[in-house]
Structure formats: structure tokens, C-alpha cells
């Protein structure tokens, strides 16, 4: 059996360990914070609820203390700063940018093997920052926001299409934002059947344009982003690794000509197993889709050159 440890126990980190647990798929999960005694009080509040729930897996926390998280096989990093009002996106990856770094150094110290699950935002950009502070395979660094788009998009064709979610495979490709990321209404399929051809064109639009703004919605909604979607998704991924599932997922990973990019952290669907993500799966993108896929590129990469006026 495994152990997970979470970084950040706020309303993502907090609701990932409760999914894990749930599912029994680890021995331990470890929430650790920076704020005192948060990821302790978290964690004791979540564990209270495995009799009642009926799960087995330990739940503990701790205050930036890294070697309790010693030996994990899989570290979830969901710590980081949302933006405020005022505030620009350089900003933004800056403060975000000095956080994942330091817990990527840490993480590692104690758990030199683990696979790393980047949440932090702006996702691509953290996970390529990711993948050059850590110095380990490739494989081990997953960037997770593709699975949970393509859950918001399967949300909107269940509504549109009255549905059984479950029938559904749907992916989003390309960056983990409002304008960057890729629904790929080609691609999906109701039952083995395209989508397409129960939807007008209209609706297939706006299908489309509500996935790439499903985030922006929420946060509209609630005051803050959203986390139930968002903890489930990385729990999707952690049982995907942990069990050796094989479960083809997009997730943003380093491509080196894949899809025609390299050197860039981005969406794509892979294989997710005990290694990590195991295979690239090349989707046959029409024209107008892999244009949109460049356009992504171009505009995460042009994030990821902030990074290097940061120390
Ligand atoms: N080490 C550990 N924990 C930290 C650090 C750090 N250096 N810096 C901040 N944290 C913790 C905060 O104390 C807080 O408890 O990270 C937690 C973040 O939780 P929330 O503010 O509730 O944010 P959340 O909604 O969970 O989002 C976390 O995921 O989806 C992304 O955009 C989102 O980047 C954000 C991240």
C-alpha cells in the first residue's frame, strides 16, 4: 500500500485527500502547510470522518515539516496563491512560481522517487518550472488540469444531451486556460457514437465556449475557485498511478516534438501507470486543431519566459 502526501491542505488539497482516502486505494495520505497547525487540524477533521465513512487509510498533517512526508510515492502540489484583484499574471507566477519551486526542492529531499502531480496555476507554466527545479525523469512530472476540463466538458454535453455522464469520453487538449485550452468536440463520443451527430452546431459551440470559461464561471459563482472538481481530478489521476491503470488521461507533460512542440509542458492525452505518464498518445488533430494547438503553445510559452526574469 501506498503513501500520498498533499502540499497545501486549502479547498483543493483538503478535498483530494478526502477523495483518496475514500477510495482505500493508499495506506497514508500526509496533508502538510505552511499556515500553523492547518494541515493538522485538516487532517484530524478528515480522518474523524473514516469510521463513518467506512475507510482505512490514515490521515495526518503537518506544518512544513518535509520529513513526514518521507518515502511518498506520489506527491500532490496544490500550494500557491489565487490572484487578487489588481494584480497581474507576472505577479502571479512570481509568488507561485518561489512556492512550487521551494516544495519541489523539499518534496524531493525526503521522497526522491515520488511522481510529482502539479495543481498550482498557471499549471503548464508551474509544471515546466516543475520538471527544471526537480531534475527527474520526465515520466514523474504530471501537470493536472486536462482531466479536469474534460470533466466540465463532459458536464455540459450531459446537460445538453440528457445523458448518462459515465457514457461519455470527451478530452480537452492544449493549455489549462480560459482562452488556451482545446474541447475537442471531434473527438467526442456518447456511448462509441459522435457526439456531433445528436448536437446542431450551435449547441456544440456553446458547449465549447462554457468548458473554456467552466473555470471563470465558478469562481464567479462561489467567490473563489472551485475545488470539488478539481480535488476529484487529482484523485482520478493518484488511483490511475497507484493502481498501475493504464488509463489514458490528458495531462499537461514535457512534449519533445510531440504534437509539433518541444520543450514545453502542455495538455495531451497519456497513458498513466505506476511510472508516471507512461506514452504520449498521438490524436490525428485536423488543420483548425492543431492550429489552435500551436496558438496554445505560443501563448504558454510566452508565460513560461516570465520565469526567467525570476530568480
Ligand atoms: N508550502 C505549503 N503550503 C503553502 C505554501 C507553501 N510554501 N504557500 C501556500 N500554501 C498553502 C496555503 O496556506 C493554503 O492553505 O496552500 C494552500 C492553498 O489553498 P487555497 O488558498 O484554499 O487554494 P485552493 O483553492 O486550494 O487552490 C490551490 O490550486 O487550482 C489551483 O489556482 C489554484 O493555485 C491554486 C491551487
New binding site residues.
Given amino acids: 500500500m501506498s503513501k500520498v502526501t498533499v502540499?497545501?491542505?486549502?479547498?483543493?488539497?483538503a478535498t483530494c485527500a478526502d477523495d483518496i482516502a475514500r477510495k482505500g486505494i493508499a495506506k497514508e495520505v500526509v496533508l502538510?502547510?505552511?499556515?500553523e497547525g492547518?494541515a493538522e487540524g485538516k487532517a484530524l477533521d478528515l480522518f474523524q470522518t473514516s469510521s463513518l465513512l467506512g475507510f482505512n487509510t490514515l490521515i495526518t498533517g503537518s506544518t512544513?515539516d518535509y520529513s513526514k512526508t518521507a518515502n511518498s510515492d506520489v506527491v500532490v502540489v496544490?500550494?500557491?496563491?489565487?490572484r487578487k484583484p489588481g494584480m497581474t499574471r507576472e505577479e502571479l507566477i512570481g509568488i507561485?512560481a518561489g512556492?512550487v519551486k521551494?516544495?519541489v526542492e523539499n518534496t524531493l529531499k525526503y521522497s526522491p522517487n515520488a511522481i510529482l502531480i502539479i495543481?498550482?496555476?498557471p499549471m503548464d507554466t508551474m509544471t515546466y518550472l516543475a520538471y527544471q527545479a526537480a531534475g527527474i525523469p520526465k515520466n514523474k512530472i504530471i501537470g493536472m488540469g486536462g482531466i479536469l476540463d474534460s470533466a466540465r466538458f463532459k458536464c455540459y454535453l450531459t446537460l445538453a444531451l440528457n445523458c448518462a455522464p459515465t457514457d461519455l469520453h470527451a478530452t480537452v487538449i492544449g493549455g489549462h486556460g480560459d482562452t488556451t485550452m482545446i474541447p475537442l468536440i471531434r473527438f467526442a463520443k456518447l456511448s462509441g457514437i459522435p457526439v456531433t451527430k445528436f448536437l446542431d452546431q450551435a449547441t456544440c459551440d456553446k458547449i465549447v465556449a462554457d468548458t473554456m470559461v467552466g473555470g471563470a464561471t465558478l469562481t464567479k459563482l462561489l467567490g473563489?475557485?472551485a475545488?470539488y472538481a478539481?480535488g476529484a481530478a487529482v484523485s482520478l489521476l493518484v488511483e490511475s498511478i497507484l493502481l498501475d491503470q493504464k488509463k489514458v488521461l490528458p495531462n499537461s507533460v514535457l512534449l519533445d516534438g510531440e504534437y509539433g512542440q518541444k520543450d514545453i509542458c502542455l495538455g495531451v492525452p497519456v497513458v498513466i501507470g505506476k511510472n508516471g505518464w507512461e506514452k504520449i498518445i498521438d490524436l490525428e488533430l485536423n488543420e483548425e486543431e492543431m492550429n489552435k494547438f500551436k496558438a496554445s503553445a505560443d501563448a504558454v510559452r510566452s508565460m513560461n519566459e516570465v520565469l526567467k526574469t525570476l530568480v
Fill in positions: 502540499i497545501g491542505a486549502g479547498a483543493v488539497g502538510l502547510d505552511i499556515k492547518f512544513n496544490t500550494s500557491g496563491v489565487p507561485n512556492i521551494n516544495v495543481v498550482s496555476n473563489t475557485s475545488w478539481p
